[in-house]
């Protein structure tokens, strides 16, 4: 791996410039100034902190009234962050494996308070009342399941990144218990959306990457999106992520393998794509395209508040199925977001008047000083689209109910 120092990077960010205007015809009063106050803290957050690439982008029922992108997907080749840069996103693949298990329950195929023992009977051997664990439990991360997939820290060169096969999770679980009566309280748990990714796979008789695609990917237009390794027509396109540890950037590389862990965090897009997929989210999809993906009661059932997590960086924050529920300022709002290797992600819509945004950034600090505190950059981007951009929507009389 090819080593850097952040000055370097930071010298060469200001040199890029956003790829795209305001389209501020389609915008609500005071969107442009707005925004334009958003970006300038945006691109200031990125070259403070030797973020090598990010792109940020703002919707309305499903029309582009904003795109942004700064820095490099590959420093090492020179190549500048554009539309076509496909990203990873990381936990924001769980919104995804959850429509799928919506799609079943429409079918008939499940009822969300069926247990999990139904499907995966190899958990059996879990300690705790996993009897009483439910697809639903699951869903709203509040089963009982520990958070990480492996029960170490990923701090020794012998720790593999994740699980490659179905086999090293069910020989964990006699060593697995459940940290708590399920139900009872939220634990973000990355194990228990790999089991509903098995209950897919059992149900339907097909891998899970090959479900997606042919039940969601490709009804919702998503052409240049894929689950773990990049197509080879695509890896043009490809960002790379990096880890900045006490000042010093590392490449993790362009290409990696979530193994069984996919339906947990393994699909990769470009933002266009995504865009799709917010616009689905929004009601602004084709009619054929919602229908053939999922209902609409069946996607705002998923929006209902299951169990309450609390205050997270200033934001009240509650779980729906699948979804994080963060209300500000009294105003509710759906979304997720996704953090694996260096890559950091959110997405967030508004459901009564069809705006959403989506961000992403290929780098996540990892040293205490003094750079790349990626985190808090996203904590604060999106505090600024809630506190700047989102009301505007609300006061120019835009709500749709």
């Excluded at 006699?174 to 194990?191: A, D, H, I, K, V």
């Amino acid at each position: 791996m090819r080593r850097a120092c952040l000055p370097l990077l930071a010298a060469t960010l200001p040199l890029l410039l956003p790829m795209d205007t305001v389209h501020a015809q389609q915008a609500p009063r005071g969107f442009e100034a707005a925004w334009d106050a958003v970006v300038r803290d945006y691109a200031d957050r990125l070259e403070r902190e030797g973020i090598v690439g990010s792109s940020l982008a703002f919707y309305q029922d499903g029309q582009e009234l904003a795109f942004e992108t700064r820095g490099f997907a590959d420093v090492e080749s020179g190549r500048a962050v554009d539309r076509e840069t496909i990203y990873h996103w990381a936990s924001i693949t769980k919104t995804f494996t959850s429509i799928a298990l919506m799609q079943l329950r429409d079918r008939g195929l499940l009822d969300l308070d069926d247990p999990i023992l139904d499907y995966v009977p190899e958990l059996r051997a879990v300690h705790g009342p996993i009897e009483r664990v439910t697809l639903r439990h699951l869903m709203s991360h509040s089963a009982g399941f520990r958070s990480g997939t492996w029960p170490w820290g990923g701090d020794q060169p012998w720790h593999p990144y994740e699980p490659t096969e179905w086999s090293q999770l069910v020989a964990m679980f006699p060593y697995t218990e459940l940290e708590f009566e399920p139900g009872s309280r939220w634990q973000y748990s990355n194990p228990g959306i790999i089991f509903l990714g098995r209950v897919i796979e059992t149900l339907t008789g097909e891998d899970y990457e090959t479900y997606m695609e042919k039940n969601v990917l490709r009804p919702l237009g998503m052409r240049s999106a894929y689950f773990d390794r990049t197509p080879y027509h695509l890896l043009a396109h490809r960002s790379n992520n990096y880890f900045i540890e006490a000042g010093t950037r590392t490449a993790n590389g362009v290409d990696f393998d979530t193994g069984i862990t996919v339906s947990n965090g393994g699909l990769n897009a470009p933002i266009p794509d995504m865009a799709r997929y917010l616009a689905f989210l929004v009601g602004a999809a084709p009619d054929a395209t919602a229908e053939a993906v999922l209902a609409r009661s069946s996607l705002e059932e998923m929006w209902r508040e299951q169990i309450r997590i609390g205050e997270e960086d200033g934001i009240e924050q509650a779980m729906g199925l699948g979804y994080f529920l963060p209300s500000f300022q009294g105003h509710g709002y759906v979304g997720h977001t996704g953090s694996q290797l260096g890559f950091l992600s959110f997405f967030y819509l508004d459901p009564a008047t069809g705006a959403a945004t989506i961000a992403v950034f290929n780098t996540d600090g990892r040293g205490a000083e003094p750079r790349a505190h990626t985190r808090q950059v996203l904590q604060e981007v999106r505090a600024d689209l809630f506190g700047r951009i989102f009301p505007l929507f609300r006061e120019d009389g835009q709500a749709r109910r």
